[in-house]
Structures are given as C-alpha cells and as structure tokens.
C-alpha cells in the first residue's frame, strides 16, 4: 500500500528566502507525482506534475524533482513570497491506478 | 482550461437529512471524476471513483448506501449525503481526469463545506 510521507509538517520563513519541502512515498511504482497548492478552506491548486520518465519540471520560482528509485520528491521554491503561504501537497498514484495518495502536506508561512 | 466547479461551495444542513454536492467538468470532459472528504487539518483522502455510465466504486470503510454517487454525464457527478449526521461534517472535494489528455493529472474543484447540525 502507497504512504506519503512530507517533511516538514511546517515551516516558516522569511521573505526572499529560497526553501525546499521534501516529499516520500512507499512504493516507487508509480507513472507520476504531483504538487499541489491549498490556501486554508479551499481547493486544489495544481502546481506541477512529473512524469516517471522525468527528473524534474519548473514553473516559474517553482522546480520539482523526482527521483523515483529512492521514492523522493522535492519542491524547490525560490525567492519565496508571503503570498507563497499555503499547504503544500504532494501525492502519487495507488499502484498502477488513477487514485491518488496525499501526503499530510507542509504549511509554509513566509513572513513579511 | 481544465476548469472544475463545485456546487454548493458550503453547505449547513440538519441531521438526518440529505445533501447533494454537484461536481461539473467546465471545459472537458470526464469520463472519471473522484470524490476525497478532508477532515480539519488532515490530508485527503479518496472515498470513491466515479465512472460516466457506471456504479461508482467505493473505497474499503466508505459505505455505499450512505455516499450515493451518480455520474450521468461526461461532465457531471454528484455525491449525496444520506441521513447526514455531525460526524459526516466535512470538506468534500472532487477531482476529475480528462478523457482527452493521455497524461493522468486530475483537476480539483474548489471543495464544498458541509456543516451537519
């Protein structure tokens, strides 16, 4: 069974500063993993996907690697924003199936 | 693109009555859309897979007869909550893959809220 595991459960900065949340999951069978973004008492904000045959992918300040073998993911984001404060959420594939897995998720706080 | 609406955004009902949750594909369509219930500050968990002109299959602890799902179209699902009880209080949030994109990423709707008194 596919765990998700992300650390850490919080962070807090302060503006400008570049921070990495990491992400792992169990079973590293998977054909993608996805980043996502929840501002408190919404949706899903898709940040980025990753396919299994990439290693990373950027938008903007954001850059997300993957290395599948070792059952990790990163979320690199740059020169981060108080506006960037939200939950962040990675979540992979159950098996080979469409459901997907999340992690607890990281609250990022960044201070003006 | 890939809009995905929820309706209602939040909803406040008394026990023992029922409440439907609509989740709409705007822009494409969905030939497999998910319902995830999040508890408060808890992740997302995935309660049942809704697929168009199908039963829905439900996850291991989800009860079927109390979580009705309909998926009548390529861009409607809904989820009703049965004899809703404060237990059943909850951020109900849908995701929906779509059919005509070979990548699988899922687009989620904005979640409703749903209050049990």
């Known amino acids: 069974k596919q765990e998700v595991t992300q650390i850490p459960a919080a962070l807090s900065v302060p503006e400008g500063e570049n921070l990495v949340l990491n992400c792992s999951f169990t079973?590293?069978?998977?054909?993608?993993l996805q980043w996502f973004r929840q501002d408190p008492g919404k949706g899903l904000t898709s940040l980025l996907l990753?396919?299994?045959?990439?290693r990373e992918q950027t938008s903007g300040r954001l850059n997300a690697s993957l290395d599948k073998s070792s059952g990790r993911s990163t979320l690199y984001i740059a020169a981060s924003q108080p506006g960037d404060s939200a939950t962040y959420l990675c979540?992979?594939?159950?098996?080979?199936?469409?459901?997907?897995?999340f992690g607890k998720g990281t609250k990022l706080t960044v201070n003006p | 693109g890939a809009v995905v609406s929820q309706h209602p955004s939040w909803v406040i009902c008394k026990s023992g009555t029922s409440v439907k949750i609509e989740c709409r594909s705007l822009?494409?369509?969905?030939?497999?859309m998910f319902w995830y219930r999040q508890f408060p500050k808890q992740s997302l968990m995935l309660m049942a897979t809704?697929?168009?002109?199908?039963?829905?299959?439900?996850e291991q602890g989800v009860e079927k007869d109390k979580f009705l799902i309909n998926h009548a179209s390529l861009t409607l699902s809904t989820l009703t909550v049965t004899s809703a009880h404060p237990e059943d209080s909850s951020f109900y949030i849908c995701?929906?893959?779509?059919?005509?994109?070979?990548?699988?990423?899922?687009?989620f709707g904005p979640g409703t809220r749903l209050t049990v008194t």
């Open positions: 079973d590293s069978a998977i054909y993608n």
């Open positions: 995701s929906a893959r779509d059919r005509g994109r070979g990548v699988h990423e899922q687009y």
């Open positions: 822009d494409f369509q969905a030939t497999t």
């Open positions: 979540a992979v594939p159950q098996g080979g199936s469409e459901k997907l897995v």
């Open positions: 990753i396919q299994s045959s990439q």
């Open positions: 809704s697929n168009e002109g199908s039963k829905a299959t439900y």
